[in-house]
């Protein structure tokens, strides 16, 4: 556990370090702390250059999938508050916005009381996804005028995930897991990953969080808060739904039994959000293709780590209850990308 600077937390003032992921060098700490008597959370954001894996390294260049202060301009701009509030879908209010003598950026924010995403029902996680259609509806075919926004978030960083070829598709992890149809499968996803990027560019566009899974929602009393504006830009509508489908299961943190209705309520609600802007069938489609897009490196990547004990940030379970754990994940992703590319 680490605690943050002792200049902005006295060394015997409260400070709980929350969840996060380590490898993102933009990221110096998360701590749930107190600023003048009020809850707060305290996120450090650092520049360019600190240690840490290259394909989570921050970048200076402002249309990067990781610019390292774009979430510190979301917050100040007032577009996190602002992009999705008329959907009743809500950001943490800004406390301040404190610049560093080190370069780095001290954001502070209200620390939102409620039900963490984890812990959300079926039920809730069909709302933050009708809410984020209608969120989404007002942004169709628009974006904001910043400059820092993400250019290609889902392109930009789904290509620089750490994949090394050849990928063992027969690893014997796998293979105890995974039944040859299935790997079969995702090694055609693998291996189509430039034609969905390419159908996917063809949707319609929004202004997406890019990063909306229960880890980053809290279930407030005035309705659901989004969390982490780090990637936010245009991007193709359903990616963000997607997103919210899949990673409620990656990591083990919801029970993947629930993976079929959870799935089925996520769309349904995303398109009643949008309202009739797009077709129903559309809106199903473009959710299962941004979904495939997003994920076709994780079958590779999880190959390429087998029996190397590689830490997750999220994901606590052994290697073998894992890759078991992620099967139906994986199914789900083969179907998809299949019916794309038929």
């Known amino acids: 556990m680490s605690r943050p600077p002792v200049d902005l937390v006295p060394a015997d003032g409260p400070a709980e370090e929350l969840t996060h992921n380590p490898y993102n060098t933009v990221t110096g700490g998360i701590w749930r702390t107190r600023r003048h008597g009020r809850p707060a959370v305290l996120k450090l954001i650092t520049p360019p250059g600190r240690e840490g894996p290259a394909h989570w390294a921050g ?17 100040r701009s007032g577009l996190a508050a602002r992009a999705y509030a008329d959907a009743g879908l809500a950001a943490p209010e800004t406390l301040a916005v404190d610049e560093r003598p080190d370069g780095g950026v001290a954001l502070w924010l209200a620390d939102v009381a409620g039900r963490t995403g984890t812990a959300g029902t079926v039920a809730d996680l069909g709302d933050v996804a009708a809410r984020l259609g209608a969120g989404q509806a007002a942004w169709l075919g628009r974006a904001p005028d910043y400059d820092w926004l ?14 090394v070829e050849p990928v063992p598709w027969d690893h014997p992890v796998a293979v105890a897991a995974w039944p040859a149809p299935l790997r079969a499968a995702l090694r055609r996803l693998w291996e189509h990953r430039h034609a969905l990027l390419a159908a996917a560019d063809g949707l319609p566009r929004t202004l997406c969080h890019h990063d909306c899974w229960p880890m980053n929602l809290v279930f407030g009393d005035a309705g659901p808060v989004l969390l982490d504006w780090s990637f936010v830009g245009p991007g193709p509508v359903g990616e963000d739904a997607a997103n919210l489908l899949l990673d409620t299961f990656l990591d083990g943190l919801v029970d993947v039994a629930l993976l079929d209705e ?3 309520t996520v769309v349904d609600r995303y398109a009643d959000g949008l309202r009739g802007a797009l077709d129903r069938a559309e809106v199903a489609r473009a959710v299962r293709l941004t979904g495939a897009a997003k994920y076709f490196w994780l079958a590779p990547l999880m190959l390429g780590r087998a029996g190397g004990g ?3 940030s999220y994901d606590l379970r052994g290697e073998a209850e894992m890759f078991a754990g992620r099967r139906p994940l ?13």
């Open 310 to 312: 590689t830490a997750q």
């Open 150 to 163: 993400a250019r290609d978030w889902l392109r930009d960083y789904t290509l620089t995930r750490p994949v």
């Open 59 to 75: 970048s200076a260049d402002p249309g990067h999938w990781n610019y390292w202060r774009r979430e510190v301009e979301a917050y």
């Open 262 to 264: 959870v799935a089925a």
């Open 330 to 342: 994986l199914e789900l992703l083969a179907r998809w990308a299949d019916e794309q590319l038929r």
